[in-house]
């Protein structure tokens, strides 16, 4: 060991101790480059798109009446004071939708989930391909299906199988029913999401965890109460969260099978907007809607993040 390090030249080894210099300003450079077209995206498809859509709610811009003057704050006075009563009526329609998609999409999915949880693995492979097939189906594909088939004004399939098509007019045509049966096919549609996203949670609970309660004589609500839900709440939250926005957005399941009718019966809001923007023309209007919108969904996203983080985040 004396001799071989006899043999190193004076001062390699302090050489050798000295970091590389680093070259300041290169990583950090590079690294915005790689970020330039996210940035594009993001400016061309949503900031240009919401700057014009403030730009046209603050106008009386009507091409069907060919008007166009500024309005000022009027349009969004004229929505928060309800003297639109058709707005109104679509948010507190589209609000129903939230909660009662949201409460029927988690009971049937979370149904689903723990039956296969407590089925043998050939079983439950078995059963869960058969549950997520309608999401299989693109949601134009499922609009158009049920509209014509199922909710057929004629001889429609589901009423047949219920056994009612001799006494209940057609969903689709009846101001009383049509929203409920649009809420009938989302559900049939999106559940199977709802129902993948529990099914994973339920997966990674420990097994053991409840093998020692029922060796411990827990009946099989007393675990689902103590330990299953629990220790699935993190991944309950996250999926209503989600479904709860998206519910907030619904748009083509409503507009394809009914367009808002019978008379403005079935309209929320994306539809009511839809309608007012680029059906009768109304872009003062229209756009006004679409940022009281805006602002509902980013207030719901930003309430679900601070609670997640409020009382899920430590847990993550």
């Known amino acids: 060991m004396t001799e071989a390090t006899a043999q190193i030249p004076p001062g390699a080894v302090k050489s050798l101790g000295k970091p590389a210099p680093r070259r300041r300003g290169i990583a950090s450079v590079n690294y915005w480059w790689f970020l330039i077209p996210a940035m594009i995206g993001v400016f061309a498809l949503i900031a240009v798109p919401i700057g014009f859509s403030v730009y046209f709610s603050l106008r009386n811009y009507n091409l069907q009446l060919g008007s166009d003057s500024f309005a000022g704050i009027d349009n969004y006075v004229r929505l928060l004071t309800g003297r639109n009563a058709d707005f109104i009526a679509a948010l507190g329609r589209t609000l129903l939708y939230v909660v009662v998609v949201i409460a029927l999409d988690f009971v049937l999915a979370m149904s689903q989930a ?26 134009t594909a499922s609009a158009v299906f049920w509209r014509n088939v199922m909710y057929a004004p004629h001889n429609g399939e589901f009423l047949k199988v219920l056994g009612l098509s001799d006494v209940v007019s057609p969903p689709l045509g009846d101001p009383q029913l049509a929203f409920w049966a649009i809420i009938v096919t989302v559900v ?20 053991s965890i409840l093998e020692a309660s029922m060796v411990d004589g827990a009946t099989y609500f007393q675990r689902l109460r103590t330990i299953i839900l629990p220790l699935m709440k993190p991944v309950i939250f996250v999926t209503l969260s989600f479904k709860a926005l998206d519910s907030f957005l619904a748009f083509p399941f409503v507009w394809i099978m009914t367009m808002g009718g019978p008379g403005n019966s079935t309209h929320v809001l994306s539809t009511y907007i839809y ?4 059906t009768l023309l109304d872009y003062g209007n229209g756009s006004a809607m679409a940022i009281v919108m805006l602002v509902i969904s980013g207030g719901l996203s930003i309430a679900a993040i601070f609670i997640w983080q409020r009382f899920y985040g430590k847990e993550a």
């Open 275 to 278: 309608q007012q923007a680029f």
């Open 114 to 139: 723990l039956l296969l949880f407590s089925m043998r693995a050939g079983w439950a492979k078995f059963w869960r391909a058969i549950f997520i097939l309608p999401i299989l189906i693109i949601p």
């Open 188 to 207: 049939w549609a999106w559940s199977p999401w709802v129902f993948i996203l529990l099914s994973a949670g339920l997966d990674q609970i420990d097994k």
